[in-house]
């Protein structure tokens, strides 16, 4: 599998570079970046390791890979300026998406190819991806939540010194302030976490509040996350490389067949596999877990709809 990160001279596109490198899986990893120099010297950084981790070809290049590639990583995305509101950001990266998108169609995907949409807001922009490549649907996919869960699970394991790798819990909604946790299928082992040793419901708020602020925290300590941000996009990747059909809060177009939410997209259960977002799965919510999922979906339609108003009405001037 190939696999082109537009963004690749940034640190979310780097990170996750790394973590495909590690993880040894696909073959050829190319990064993108309207900074050349940046994403040549990743590159070359990268390929220095390769001797001590597997066989690929890693290399920097233009929109001349989107034609070969099987797999398209857009991480591209612009940080907050002093005093500019969210919604003047989205702006600004709607229009600066957009402009990928045009690139990416222009230069030719092939049938068969996957998009992963990483740059934020990751549900309005996976959307609008869907709505312009002219793929199906299925084969554009945000990494929605997949952060999310594996904050949430890393903090609830630290909380309670239990092992990461068999702690299973899920983050549900939109990437940002109405996400949802679900508690109702949260478990350690084959133990539900109720049951734990140890758990409270004070615990459970103050491992959800960190959670949703984990972004801004990385934020002000790093000057924003990398690392889980790139195992994240593996863990999606490697899904789709290896047909794994793992069951993964991406985020996809919603058409009403999943909890009944539907012309928005958002994060729910869904298996992962060789043809991207193979089948959404609704499992068992409490019904406070269901309301705030579809007060989640809601939440997100004013500002998409701004959005592709925005675009279509930028697309005819």
């Not at 999943?258 to 928005?264: K, L, T």
């Amino acid at each position: 599998m190939k696999v082109s990160i537009i963004g690749g001279g940034g640190l979310v596109g780097s990170c996750a570079a790394y973590a495909l490198q590690c993880g040894g899986i696909v073959r050829e990893i190319a990064l993108l970046d309207l900074n050349e120099n940046l994403a040549a010297g990743h590159a070359l950084d990268l390929m220095h390791g390769g001797p001590s981790v597997a066989d690929q070809v890693i290399l920097s290049g233009g929109y001349d890979q989107i034609p070969s590639s099987d797999l398209i990583c857009i991480t591209a995305g612009l940080r907050r300026k002093p005093d500019e509101s969210r919604l003047e950001l989205i702006h600004r990266n709607t229009d600066l998406f957009d402009g990928i998108l045009n690139s990416v169609r222009a230069a030719g995907l092939k049938p068969t190819a996957k998009v992963l949409v990483v740059s934020n807001p990751v549900d309005i922009l996976t959307y609008l991806a869907a709505s312009k490549l002219g793929l199906p649907a299925n084969q554009v996919l945000g990494l929605g939540t997949q952060l999310d869960t594996i904050r949430f699970c890393s903090l609830i394991a630290d909380q309670l010194k239990s092992s990461p790798t068999q702690t299973r819990a899920l983050i549900l909604g939109e990437h940002g302030d109405s996400m949802i946790p679900v508690w109702s299928s949260a478990a350690i082992g084959s133990l539900s976490l109720e049951k734990y040793p140890g758990w409270t419901n004070v615990i459970a708020d103050r491992i959800f509040a960190r959670t949703k602020n984990s972004g801004a925290e990385c934020l002000s300590k790093k000057g924003g996350a990398g690392f889980a941000v790139g195992i994240a996009i593996r863990d999606v990747i490697h899904s789709i490389a290896l047909n794994q059909n793992r069951i993964m809060p991406v985020s996809t177009i919603q058409d009403g067949a999943c909890y009944g939410i539907r012309d928005v997209a958002i994060s729910v259960p869904t298996v992962v596999g060789i043809g991207g977002a193979v089948q959404r799965i609704e499992i068992d919510l409490w019904p406070k877990e269901l309301q705030g999922l579809r007060a989640s979906a809601a939440a997100i339609k004013p500002t998409l709809d701004t959005v592709m108003k925005r675009v279509s009405t930028t697309s005819l001037v």
